[in-house]
């Protein structure tokens, strides 16, 4: 079944080193899939590491989940949005001053980056969310922080396929949605609100990040093949 576009998945290059994520990089078109660099690779290998995708002609989704103070947040923005970056994120439990702070580091230097925000993360159970001590559930959770980043006029938000119908509902069409924990074939790991391919595309999901499902695959080619078989 064709149901995905072109550039709508993302893959996850959580590597240790360069050489490991040069290596799944080779097997993907930059015409089919987007990158993301999250804390793993670019802790081990700093910005140089956006420069080496650019250059082999990747968008690259900066996952860096941002959460600080507005000032600081504001100035590690602004060094981040140097480099070439098509997206990147915060976390929205930073606070709607902190939210203002991203937006407006981007516009001070005339940036292009979609930024988005991370609302609540999908490896998160119920019960995790009520021992931190919010008293509600986290569909709930999820449309609260996202109606901060749609009133703080960022791009969308990171959340899980459960929760994108309701979002895209109450916030509009254009208000972006990334979803991860998606599995091209469901199995339980520390993902605790995972989908497949299929339930992402169905309720409407802009931008599937599959991590592991591919850099964990005995085949890589093989998994890639299989993905590769939902693109129009
Ligand atoms: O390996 P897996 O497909 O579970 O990878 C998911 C990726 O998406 C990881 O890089 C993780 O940091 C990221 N992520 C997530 N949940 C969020 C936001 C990002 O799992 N809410």
């Known amino acids: 079944m064709k149901i995905l576009n072109r550039k709508q998945i993302i893959v996850a290059l959580d590597y240790d080193s360069l050489k490991e994520a040069n290596s799944t990089a080779k097997l993907l078109d930059p015409e089919i899939y987007r990158l993301k660099i999250g804390k793993q690779l670019f802790t081990a290998e700093g910005p140089k590491i956006i420069e080496n995708f650019n250059k082999q002609g990747f968008d690259i989704f900066l996952d860096l989940k941002l959460h600080d103070i507005p000032n600081t947040v504001y100035k590690a923005l602004k060094n981040l949005l140097k480099y070439e970056i098509w997206m990147t994120n915060i976390h929205l439990l930073g606070g709607e ?45 999820v449309k609260n922080l996202s109606m901060t980043a749609k009133q703080n ?12 119908s309701e979002i895209k509902r109450n916030f509009g069409e254009d208000f972006i949605t990334v979803t991860p924990g998606i599995r091209v074939q469901q199995k339980n790991d520390d993902q605790s609100r995972v989908a497949t391919l299929e339930e992402a595309t169905k309720n409407g999901s802009d931008y599937i990040v599959l991590g592991r499902e591919i850099t964990a695959s005995e085949n890589i080619s093989k998994m890639l093949k299989k993905v590769e078989s939902y693109i129009i």
């Open 153 to 164: 006029k960022i791009d969308g938000v990171v959340c899980s396929v459960k929760e994108v």
């Open 97 to 141: 001053e902190m939210i203002q702070a991203a937006r407006e580091a981007r516009e001070s230097i005339k940036s292009e980056s979609l930024l988005i925000g991370v609302s609540v993360l999908t490896s998160l159970s119920e019960k995790n969310i009520k021992n931190i001590g919010f008293d509600m559930q986290i569909p709930e959770l």
